[in-house]
């Protein structure tokens, strides 16, 4: 039989990963998201146009993608040290 400590900190774990990863993500996207209003500022545009450009399956790969990356660089560095 598991101790609660054991399972309590097994989710602990897991959450933070969940929380860091979709941190990362959400910097990703609000990086997009200026980048889509600084370079294509054109006449019209509307933070639903935007929205809709940087919202692609494309991009929500390499986004978890690239988050993913960085939660295991953390982790890695935060046990190194």
Do not use: C
């Not at 309590?8 to 889509?36: C, D, Q």
Request: glycine share 4%; hydrophobic share 55%; charged share 15%.
């Amino acid at each position: 039989m598991r101790s609660p400590q054991t399972n309590r900190r097994h989710l602990t774990t897991i959450w933070r990963a969940v929380i860091e990863v979709g941190f990362i993500v959400f910097l990703f996207y609000s990086n997009l998201l200026m980048g889509e209003f600084t370079v294509a500022n054109a006449r019209g545009k509307t933070l639903t146009v935007a929205l809709i450009d940087i919202f692609t399956v494309t991009n929500l790969a390499i986004a978890l993608i690239s988050a993913l990356i960085g939660y295991l660089v953390f982790e890695y560095l935060r046990q190194k040290l």
